[in-house]
């Protein structure tokens, strides 16, 4: 697989292990990257992890894997539940989709159990801590390989 799996983090995902442990656990972004750049390794694949605060970076992201990514695993953050533009932009990405959530979503305020992204992902994972985006990794090498 040349060319890399995109692994996509919404706003204030890059206060990870700062505040609310107690939701989001201890570790921090640049360990959720280090532990998907090791795992990608013993897999054989690249991937590229970024994370904006700003709705029309991620678009743009997700516009620049077309063509230019194997697959795209996304955290929009609270974006999950309110941009259509981000959908939008999925939609027009022909590859394999996985959406992450560390919390389950399900478990907490109304709001958020509704995500714009859900009906364009080819897999959702939610509640598995960090140790989703590695699920999620895992899932889009079987699906390009199948
Ligand atoms: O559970 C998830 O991964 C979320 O996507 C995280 C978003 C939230 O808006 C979604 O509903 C569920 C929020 C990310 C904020 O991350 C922080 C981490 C540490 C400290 C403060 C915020």
Same mark, same amino acid.
């Given at each position: 697989?040349?060319?890399?799996?995109?692994?996509?983090?919404?706003?204030?995902?890059?206060?990870?292990?700062?505040?609310?442990?107690?939701?989001?656990?201890?570790?921090?972004?640049?360990?959720?990257?280090?532990? &998907?750049?090791?795992?990608?390794?013993?897999?054989?694949?690249?991937? /590229?992890?970024?994370?904006?605060?700003?709705?029309?970076?991620?678009?743009?992201?997700?516009?620049?894997?077309?063509?230019?990514?194997?697959?795209?695993?996304?955290?929009?953050?609270?974006?999950?539940?309110?941009?259509?533009?981000?959908?939008?932009?999925?939609?027009?990405?022909?590859?394999?989709?996985?959406?992450?959530?560390?919390?389950? !979503? #399900?478990?907490?305020?109304?709001? /958020?159990? #509704?995500?714009? !992204?859900?009906? /364009?992902?080819?897999?959702?994972?939610?509640? &598995?801590?960090?140790?989703?985006?590695?699920?999620?990794?895992?899932?889009?090498?079987?699906?390009?390989?199948?």
């Amino acid at each position: 697989m040349s060319k890399p799996i995109f692994i996509l983090n919404g706003p204030n995902l890059n206060l990870l292990g700062q505040r609310q442990p107690e939701i989001y656990g201890r570790e921090t972004l640049a360990d959720v990257v280090a532990a &998907c750049e090791g795992l990608a390794r013993d897999l054989g694949v690249g991937v /590229r992890c970024l994370q904006s605060n700003h709705e029309g970076q991620l678009v743009d992201w997700v516009q620049e894997a077309r063509g230019g990514a194997a697959g795209i695993i996304i955290n929009a953050g609270a974006y999950t539940h309110t941009s259509v533009a981000i959908l939008d932009a999925l939609n027009a990405f022909e590859g394999p989709v996985i959406e992450v959530h560390i919390s389950n !979503i #399900h478990k907490r305020e109304a709001f /958020r159990h #509704h995500s714009f !992204i859900s009906g /364009r992902a080819d897999g959702v994972i939610v509640g &598995c801590g960090t140790e989703g985006y590695l699920f999620a990794l895992r899932r889009v090498v079987s699906l390009r390989a199948g």
